[in-house]
């Protein structure tokens, strides 16, 4: 879902929040009210959720090689949208922290725009960690507030630190040639954010004497990629030979389970903020216009001030106007005056409405929207393979990365606001230096980092501009 928050930006991103929150217990600047904004909101997920049906959508087990895990953890998931008799299969991978249900809504809309083709979303094998049956309960804030989840101890994890790209290629590999039928299907693989890096990584990767890109027909990266295509987001790449090894020491000492998002405030283990915005979507999901089961269960830092309903709590967790920092925020709009009680909800005013927010994030329980426990290993690995080149740190730390002059798929590269250009400014130096036959260059500077996953299909640049590409691939 994200590439990696700096601490810096995350805490940040909760004092604007905060400070914001508590100014909009005075009016909203907005003649809706609360109840007609619930009203709304109601209407448009219906609306929606039939526009996007588009016919079965199984999640998957595929078994894959050995890693070292308990049982049941030698298996990725494949969520797949669209008709198994398509000649086409687009795979799409998650960035950090998160997960195959990142790309339901996009995956139905590009259906529905592109006969022939069928959309794979890819989970890693860190999702079998995950304790989500929580969510098939009438009650998951008891569930997982009060402590009854399974949780993984990382002194017990051990096994994870050998989960970096190396492993995750070898998973994808499997899924990829699944998706390609003994060669009777095109395979189109892309990926979003750091998913974006792990498909361009994917397709220079020697397989033991096969190219990656071999496989392909196209790339497709959205809003990540390779070549400093983060450098416009403020955070480089920790991959010089002393910051490496200073990470694979703190991950032989037990760091095995990135910590990043432990810096929102909302919890100090690694799946704390995850569970927090998988309940915030759940609630507002099946119960937008109740009042907030969440809200007085908030850390006092992040608690609003006065009473919201659950569709308005999970806007005040994820609208760039609450001061959220672009990695984890979308374009949707801002709290509703206050009902008859005092209660405020949500109205819809930018790309991305809530309802498509929270049908997304309440996930089913399977997919989600968001991983629990990303390793250590796989941030260290894709940030050394940032450069797209055989490097000997690379080579030290398994990384095939031996193919990547000899592209040839055509490329497709779209960028939001996040990196202030780099992303097609990477993907055009990729092309340059490679026999990549031609690259599509699109950019909208009005969406965040989650807006091309989310936003409504008539305000989606991501779905208008793709579409097209996939099509010209036919």
Avoid at 161 to 185: E, P, S
Avoid at 411 to 420: D, N, W
Wanted: aromatic content about 8%; some cysteine; overall charge negative.
């Amino acid at each position: 879902m994200t590439r990696g928050l700096s601490r810096r930006a995350l805490l940040g991103g909760t004092v604007g929040g905060l400070a914001l929150t508590t100014a909009l217990t005075g009016p909203a600047a907005t003649t809706a009210t609360a109840a007609t904004a619930a009203t709304a909101a109601t209407k448009t997920a219906g609306a929606g959720s039939r526009r996007g049906a588009v016919g079965p959508e199984p999640y998957v087990p595929v078994a894959v090689g050995a890693g070292g895990g308990p049982a049941g953890t030698d298996r990725v998931h494949v969520l797949k949208i669209g008709p198994d008799t398509a000649h086409t299969v687009l795979v799409l991978v998650p960035g950090m922290f998160g997960a195959a249900g990142d790309f339901r809504l996009l995956a139905r809309d590009l259906v529905a725009a592109v006969p022939g083709v069928q959309v794979w979303a890819f989970d890693r094998r860190e999702e079998n960690l995950a304790d989500r049956t929580g969510f098939a309960t009438p009650d998951p804030a008891g569930y997982y507030l009060d402590g009854h989840y399974r949780s993984q101890d990382p002194t017990a994890a051990a096994y994870t630190a050998g989960w970096g790209l190396a492993r995750t290629l070898d998973d994808l590999d499997t899924v990829v040639r699944m998706a390609a039928c003994g060669g009777r299907r095109r395979v189109v693989l892309g990926g979003h954010s750091w998913g974006a890096t792990t498909a361009m990584t994917y397709a220079a990767w020697d397989f033991d004497g096969r190219p990656g890109y071999r496989d392909l027909a196209a790339l497709v990266v959205v809003d990540g990629g390779v070549r400093g295509a983060f450098k416009g987001t403020g955070q480089p790449v920790s991959d010089s030979p002393e910051q490496v090894r200073e990470r694979l020491a703190a991950i032989d000492g037990g760091a095995v389970f990135d910590m990043t998002l432990s810096g929102v405030g909302l919890g100090s283990r690694a799946e704390s903020t995850q569970i927090w915005y998988q309940l915030a979507g759940w609630y507002a999901h099946h119960d937008p216009a109740g009042r907030s089961v969440l809200q007085p269960r908030l850390p006092d830092a992040l608690r609003p001030s006065s009473p919201l309903t659950n569709a308005g709590l999970l806007g005040t967790l994820v609208d760039v106007g609450f001061g959220w920092p672009n990695d984890i925020s979308v374009h949707s709009g801002h709290l509703a005056d206050a009902d008859a009680d005092g209660v405020r909800g949500w109205v819809d005013t930018g790309i991305t409405p809530m309802s498509r927010v929270a049908a997304a994030y309440a996930g089913g329980p399977q997919p989600a929207v968001w991983e629990w426990y990303w390793p250590s290993r796989l941030s260290v690995d894709l940030d050394v393979a940032d450069p797209y080149v055989d490097t000997d740190l690379a080579r030290s730390l398994g990384l095939r990365l031996w193919h990547a002059e000899a592209l040839d798929t055509p490329l497709y590269a779209f960028q939001t606001s996040y990196a202030k250009g780099t992303i097609v400014s990477g993907a055009r130096d990729v092309v340059t230096n490679s026999r990549i036959p031609y690259g599509t260059y699109e950019t909208d500077n009005g969406m965040t980092h989650l807006d091309p996953l989310f936003a409504d299909t008539p305000h989606n640049t991501l779905t208008r501009t793709l579409a097209p590409f996939l099509t010209a691939l036919r």
